[in-house]
């Protein structure tokens, strides 16, 4: 029997080979165990590599090599272990190891795997106990279809999603009653840019939309998402008749579902249609896991398929975020009458979880794909030209998905003169040469700074009062100093409240950028730095612990103290009572409303200083100016997407910090490339 603490005594030796780890167990685990210590491999992807032999005691080496990189590439955000692409290139294909091995004392994947055929590592994969076919019915905890290799639970998760997306697509719904007309009321002007009549992709949308329950809708900042999905509940509500629509918003986060309750409020009250028909529109806007109703302590919730959701309409913005599991269980909990609506930004960043749902959905959207009937429909129903230098014709058989996709192409945030849009669409385009022209050109939005060493003064410059009109962190802890309401203002005066509201919205004005946690350049060591530089110039009373003007972010949702996950506050000292105050930190509640909530540090546990922030975490939030530092070194989480996701946080101004040159364009080069079978199970092929 196999003997786990054998192996756990046992090291690979400095001159293990290949061959010996592809013949021996204990060979493999000691090169495991060697990866877990670099960091190349979690623990838990070695812990599952010995599970399985534990399982299966004659398990051919190559199995619990697949079995531990399957669950490492979950790790990376892929869904399954493609068996082409690691053969292939496997350091790349793997983003292991991200440094190399300097001494060359360690086995390289490339290294283990150099003399690994597909045909050989399939058929051992095939013949195993532990692995499924893709077509059949054996519960086993892995699954091999074609040359991808699943754990099971994400197998499952893929396949339902591509099923329920399948009927979904296969439905087609009954067009309103004069949509044409109605139309017409919704977008009442024509779209004019720099004199020219432009096609007002906003209203294609809509009409897009009508014609099935389930749709996308993408585009990049400020081209109307919002707006857009606003007059599209309106024209659906119209068509409902006396039958009001049961309608419901949802995000991925408390931050990006308090984003989009503060702007879905003037957009509904700004409807060219009756007080009846806007009174039917929401406004609070969710967030996913209470939408379906979590249950403490467990994966489940309260809705599933034996306890549907009871709504006609769902909109979910922010898609980008949604990992696979998440997608599948909406999926399973939404009614099959019900209407999805997705909306997001292909472009940005995917979620922390394995998959990259809305980048697979969209692979379409930017060329359209438009079936000839279809895209004569829409001209003919909307009166807008589809038209587009990109755009390529396509087959409802040959992409189903793209015929209820549609991309917003024309921001109204970023005009033809921002550099800022311009910057994100040439990080986008992958024009490295073009990105670094906007850099240099002493753009007005746009600030490049050029850091000599870790202790350049210039970074504490930029942090403290940022450039030109692009504020820093000075600003709000000035504010916090100097606009404090009196020492005998009454405990319960409104003007507390005011003060605190201005001062978490000054937060706003500035926030630095990362793309690592680790490392001079990463979060927590320029958290410490900040913290420290602006307790030296007087702004805080003290740079560890507790203090006022700490900024903080939940990293767990609290339903007691309804605090959501990316909510942002800051510690303020208020009156408690006459005479005496107390330390509580200010949040925005999550409605919309405008109202603050204030809660005591004793009753925070899940929360980080947030003077920087990762990019990751940025999403759903947009910042007056934002600042993005790059590491040193090319790092596997250095993309394009994460470059254009942290440049687009910017509403005005951007500014990039950089140690090496060489960084910024390296990762424009690099693309996120999540492997998946989603988009092959949609085609009916899996």
């Known amino acids: 029997m196999f003997d786990p603490e054998s192996v756990a005594e046992h090291s690979v030796t400095k001159h293990a080979t290949a061959d010996h780890a592809l013949q021996s167990h204990r060979q493999m685990f000691g090169l495991l ?13 070695g812990a599952l590599a010995r599970f399985f032999a534990e399982l299966d005691p004659q398990a051919e080496p190559l199995l619990l090599l697949a079995s531990a990189l399957a669950s490492h590439q979950l790790g990376q955000g892929h869904v399954c272990l493609d068996l082409v692409a690691t053969l292939a290139n496997p350091d790349f294909a793997l983003s292991m190891p991200p440094e190399g091995d300097e001494a060359g004392l360690t086995l390289l994947p490339s290294q283990l795997l150099a003399g690994v055929a597909l045909t050989d590592w399939h058929q051992q994969l095939q013949a195993s106990p532990l692995v499924a076919e893709a077509s059949g019915n054996e519960a086993r905890p892995l699954v091999l279809h ?45 779209l004019v840019v720099d004199g020219q009549r432009q096609t007002d992709w906003q209203k294609l949308a809509c009409a897009l939309a009508v014609r099935g329950n389930f749709s996308l809708i993408t585009g990049g900042p400020g081209t109307g998402k919002t707006t857009t999905v606003v ?116 472009d940005q960043l995917a979620s922390v979880e394995a998959g990259a749902l809305l980048g697979d959905l969209c692979r379409d959207a930017q060329v359209g794909r438009y079936d000839p009937e279809l895209g004569h429909w829409l001209e003919q129903v909307s009166g807008e030209a589809l038209v587009h230098p990109l755009l390529q014709p396509g087959t409802r058989e040959e992409h189903p998905l793209a015929q209820r996709t549609l991309m917003l192409r024309y921001s109204r945030r970023f005009g033809s003169e921002s550099g800022i849009g311009q910057l994100a669409s040439a990080v986008n385009e992958q024009d490295a040469p073009q990105a670094r022209r906007i850099l240099t050109e002493g753009r007005a939005d746009v600030y490049r700074l050029k850091l000599r060493d870790e202790q350049d003064k210039a970074l504490d410059k930029l942090l403290l009062n940022g450039w030109g009109q692009a504020l820093g962190y000075g600003h709000y802890l000035e504010l916090l100093q100097h606009t404090r309401p009196g020492a005998n203002t009454e405990v319960d ?89 107390v330390l509580r930190v200010a949040f925005a509640r999550n409605d919309g409303s405008g109202e603050l909530k204030f809660v005591l540090p004793s009753r925070l546990s899940a929360i980080e200083t947030v003077f920087a922030m990762t990019v990751h975490k940025s999403q759903g939030s947009e910042f007056a100016h934002t600042a993005l530092i790059l590491p040193e070194s090319l790092n596997p989480v250095l993309t394009k997407e994460l ?33 998946s079978g989603l988009l092959a199970g949609l085609q009916g092929n899996d």
């Open 33 to 45: 165990d060697s990866w877990v210590e670099k960091g190349w491999l979690r623990a838990l992807d």
């Open 146 to 190: 074609e040359q991808r290799l699943y754990l099971r639970r994400y197998w499952r998760y893929e396949q339902s999603v591509a099923q329920a997306l399948r009927h979904r697509l296969a439905l087609a719904s009954d067009l309103p009653e004069q949509l044409g007309e109605r139309l017409a009321q919704l977008f009442p002007e024509p």
């Open 231 to 346: 007059r599209l509940l309106a024209l659906l509500q119209q068509s409902a008749g006396a039958h009001s629509l049961r309608i419901r918003l949802a995000a991925p986060t408390g931050k990006a579902a308090a984003r989009l309750t503060e702007s879905i409020g003037d957009q509904v009250a700004s409807l060219p249609v009756t007080e009846a028909v806007r009174a039917t529109i929401p406004s609070e806007v969710t967030t996913l896991h209470r939408l379906l109703g979590s249950l403490p302590n467990s994966r489940h919730f309260r809705h599933h398929p034996g306890n549907l959701l009871p709504l006609d309409v769902l909109v979910v913005d922010e898609a980008s975020m949604i990992d696979l599991e998440m997608m599948a269980t909406l999926l399973a909990a939404l009614p099959l009458h019900a209407r999805l609506i997705l909306l997001g930004d292909k």
């Open 493 to 581: 005066d409104p003007a507390w409240h005011d003060w605190a509201g201005q001062v978490l919205a000054a937060f706003d004005a500035f926030r630095l950028l990362s793309a690592v946690r680790k490392g001079p350049w990463g979060v927590e060591g320029l958290n410490e730095r900040i913290a420290s530089l602006l307790h030296q110039r007087g702004l805080l009373s003290a740079d560890q612990g507790w203090y006022e003007g700490r900024p903080v972010l939940v990293t767990r949702n609290d339903y007691s103290l309804g605090l959501m996950n990316g909510d942002i506050g800051i510690a303020l000292r208020l009156p408690d009572t006459p005479g005496r105050t």
């Open 643 to 675: 470059l254009y996701t942290g440049i687009t946080r910017a509403r005005h101004y951007f500014s990039l910090i950089e140690s090496r040159a060489s960084v910024f364009e390296q990762t424009i080069q690099k693309r996120v490339e999540r492997r």
